[in-house]
């Protein structure tokens, strides 16, 4: 139980195109969903935090025009990365936070590889 | 805010010895420790976490300990074998309800060498 899906799993496209990802917790309902990033090497950091129906909570430095971020629903946060550049190149985790009852605090999903060329 | 330290950055031991990460955290108001495994291209897997209220937990050949007052933990992996080849994050976060924020450890490079 307490799966949690993200995709799509590895995106390559241009500079300048917008990118969406999705996270969906497939047997819980997460009141609360993180975005993280990695980069090679690197710890994960976290980007923001959002909550169900709620505008998302960014950490300092993240640019919210930048990575938008949808909590519409209590399965499904979404990450775009607008107007992508290669420095936005990067791995992008997310994991959820919710009613499942494992007394496991956040589950994490599979994570995108984002290319920008 | 919280920081959280992990030594060592990399770490190489021969299949079937013992391998140990340490964490070091700043908060004392943190009171939940996670570990987590992550494979390449993958997201991290929770291997074993420990609350602050015990002091050492285990899990077949995985062991956390936890000094609350040195404010440190440590993951004890026995036996090591070829596929525990992976990075190793800690994490501390102060649990709460739902939607506590971890911070993680800069991680550890296991490699069990044939």
């Known amino acids: 139980g307490a799966v949690v899906s993200q995709h799509p799993s590895r995106v390559i496209c241009k500079s300048g195109t917008s990118v969406k990802i999705e996270c969906r917790s497939l047997d819980f309902q997460a009141t609360t969903m993180f975005w993280y990033r990695q980069f090679p090497k690197q710890s994960l950091m976290l980007m923001a935090t959002?909550?169900?129906?709620?505008?998302?909570?960014?950490e300092q430095g993240v640019e919210k025009d930048k990575f938008l971020i949808n909590h519409a629903s209590l399965t499904l946060s979404t990450l775009t990365v607008t107007s992508a550049h290669p420095e936005d190149s990067s791995f992008y985790i997310c994991?959820?936070?919710?009613?499942?009852?494992?007394?496991?605090?956040?589950?994490f999903g599979d994570g995108t590889r984002l290319s920008i060329l | 805010g919280e920081n959280v330290e992990q030594h060592p950055s990399t770490l190489s031991v021969q299949e079937g010895d013992s391998a140990v990460i340490k964490c070091t955290y700043s908060d004392s108001a943190s009171n939940y420790f996670p570990w987590y495994k992550q494979e390449l291209g993958k997201g991290p897997q929770l291997i074993i976490d420990?609350?602050?209220?015990?002091g050492e937990k285990k899990d077949q050949r995985i062991a956390v300990t936890l000094n609350k007052t040195a404010k440190h933990f440590s993951l004890h992996i026995t036996e090591t074998q070829p596929e525990d080849s992976a990075v190793y994050f800690c994490a501390a976060s102060e649990e709460v309800d739902y939607g506590q924020n971890f911070v993680f450890g800069p991680g550890t490079r296991l490699s069990v060498l044939p």
């Open positions: 994991s959820a936070s919710g009613t499942d009852y494992s007394n496991q605090p956040q589950h």
């Open positions: 959002s909550n169900e129906g709620s505008k998302a909570t960014y």
């Open positions: 420990i609350r602050s209220n015990v």
